[in-house]
Nanobody, 118 residues
């Protein structure tokens, strides 16, 4: 069974940095696009960044120049390096992956809390 496990969230002061990781496991044949989303209470889940299997990236405007998405295909892991964090980046961050494992599926992690506050 495919599982995505996130780590790296926490409390950081404005201007600080965090690095989120999302490891995928469970009978994986290949992983296509990997994404990071975030969600705050009462709001819809927002796409933050995505990376294709070829390494092409896309970012939402509010994080361009501050966040970097990357992946290690050998480890089936996606990362989100977050620099110059702002209070408005506070949210639960979720990773998402399109995985070929038996069939093609869309999988989500459990979420990790990021809080930016002084």
């Amino acid at each position: 069974q495919v599982q995505l496990v996130e780590s790296g969230g926490g409390l950081v002061q404005p201007g600080g940095s965090l690095r989120l990781s999302c490891a995928t496991s469970g009978g994986i044949f290949s992983i296509s696009t990997m994404r990071w989303f975030r969600q705050t209470a009462g709001m819809e889940r927002e796409l933050v960044a995505r990376i294709t299997s070829e390494g092409n990236t896309l970012y939402t405007d509010s994080v361009k120049g501050r966040f970097t998405i990357s992946r290690d295909n050998a480890k089936n892991t996606v990362y989100l390096q977050m620099n110059s964090l702002k209070p408005e980046d506070t949210a639960v961050y979720y990773c998402n992956a399109i995985v070929l494992s038996g069939g093609l599926g869309d999988y989500w992690g459990q979420g990790t809390q990021v809080t930016v506050s002084s």
